[in-house]
């Protein structure tokens, strides 16, 4: 599986960015998908993830109510719409696929990981 995440860019804080996450193949199989991000100098944190069905969506603490999970499996993409953005949203943002059906928050669950993409929020 090969994942391509896109829509990175520079932000005022305040404003909002929409990443996208385009696999090239994607199965209930192998279904769960998951954003994460990697400051400089910091270690990979969750962010966000949702399974098959998007009935299960998960969040890290520090983006609940900013930022939104979605799918398309027709379309083989997971997006992550961003509001409220602050400077400490920034980093390079990563999209990831696990198999399995529920959602995992540790990136050491993740077989198959996209280039990340660079979101950088000034104040």
């Known amino acids: 599986v090969q994942l391509q995440a896109s829509g990175g860019g520079s932000v005022q804080a305040g404003g909002s960015l929409r990443l996208s996450c385009a696999a090239s193949?994607?199965?209930?199989?192998?279904?769960?998908m998951g954003w994460f991000r990697q400051a400089l100098g910091k270690e990979r944190e969750f962010i966000a993830a949702?399974?098959?069905?998007?009935?299960?969506?998960n969040y890290a603490d520090s983006v609940k109510g900013r930022f939104t999970i979605s799918r398309d499996n027709a379309k083989l993409t997971v997006n992550l719409q961003m509001n409220i953005l602050k400077p400490e949203d920034t980093a390079v943002y990563y999209c990831?696929?696990?198999?399995?059906?529920?959602?995992?928050?540790?990136?050491?669950?993740?077989?198959?990981w996209g280039q990340g993409t660079l979101v950088t929020v000034s104040s």
């Open positions: 990831a696929a696990r198999r399995g059906t529920t959602t995992r928050e540790s990136p050491n669950d993740y077989e198959y």
């Open positions: 949702i399974n098959w069905s998007g009935g299960t969506r």
């Open positions: 193949r994607l199965t209930s199989a192998l279904a769960i």
